[in-house]
């Protein structure tokens, strides 16, 4: 199973203030909507809960609490590794959506991080962690909005 990585980050790395992104972006939004149309999701339960299940997704949400779902496109696993495991049964690709503990956990694993780096200095308490040495950056674009990005693919090295 391929896993990705997909965040937005300001220029120092934070990645949320509790359980808010502190920026709103035009056009960034749209990007992650499109690149996760009709993919598998792993998110961590906060970032689901303050996102809510966007359409024509489906989600594994790790929890450590007693949250459930009634939602046929919302799979709760009590953690990451049973997450994994039967998503490779489930799938063949899952985009790592969210989460500070997710992506420290999973940067490692990860075959393709897709990041959008705010041009943003905010508060926050949450960070991205560090891309490893064993990643490469295979492409960069920047993009003007309300609050200018660059989106970066980088990939891991074979």
Request: glycine fraction near 6%.
């Amino acid at each position: 199973m391929k896993l990705s990585l997909m965040a937005a980050k300001s220029k120092q790395g934070i990645i949320g203030n509790g359980p808010d992104i502190p920026w709103r972006a035009k056009g960034e939004q749209l990007l992650f909507k499109a690149m996760t149309y009709n993919q598998w999701l792993l998110v961590g339960r906060k970032t689901f809960e303050s996102m809510g299940a966007l359409p024509n997704r489906q989600y594994a949400v790790v929890t450590r609490s007693d949250f459930t779902s009634t939602d046929e496109n919302v799979f709760v696993f009590s953690s990451i590794e049973d997450a994994l495991a039967q998503l490779d049964t489930m799938t063949n690709h899952v985009i790592v959506a969210d989460g500070g503990e997710l992506y420290a956990s999973l940067i490692t694993q990860v075959d393709t991080l897709h990041i959008s780096i705010m041009d943003i200095e905010p508060d926050g308490d949450i960070f991205f962690p560090m891309i490893p040495d064993t990643f490469t950056l295979v492409f960069e674009q920047g993009f003007e909005s309300n609050i200018n990005y660059t989106y970066q693919i980088w990939q891991k090295s074979q």
